[in-house]
Nanobody, 125 residues
């Protein structure tokens, strides 16, 4: 049974930092592209970042580029999202996702093979 378990969310002031982790089990981790999405209250789920199977390639939403960094440790079956210079508009539930493909599907938040249950990050002004 595949599980993606997010951790590291919480409450932080604007300008602060958070580091999210997503621990994966039940899958061959280095065969999956890993990524993060988020969903703010009343909004649709949106793409945040993704990282290729061995970490050679990454891509980011324009709204987080230069502030967020995605990384992975295949020895630990874990993907990370370092979030710096946080803004109130970054407040959302953040979801980890896994998919075998590095396709444009990532940008539409559809067709991912697996999802985590999410972790809430709140950025206060």
């Amino acid at each position: 049974q595949v599980q993606l378990v997010e951790s590291g969310g919480g409450l932080v002031q604007a300008g602060g930092s958070l580091r999210l982790s997503c621990a994966a089990s039940g899958l061959t981790f280095d065969r999956y592209v890993m990524g993060w999405f988020r969903q703010a209250p009343g909004k649709e789920r949106e793409f945040v970042a993704r990282i290729s199977w061995r970490g050679a390639s990454t891509s980011y939403a324009d709204s987080v580029k230069g502030r967020f960094t995605i990384s992975r440790d295949n020895a630990k079956n874990t993907v990370y999202l370092q979030m710096n210079s946080l803004k109130p508009e970054d407040t959302a539930v953040y979801y980890c996702a896994a998919d075998m493909s590095y396709s444009p599907n990532w940008y539409s938040a559809h067709g991912m093979d697996y999802w985590g249950k999410g972790t809430l990050d709140t950025v206060s002004s």
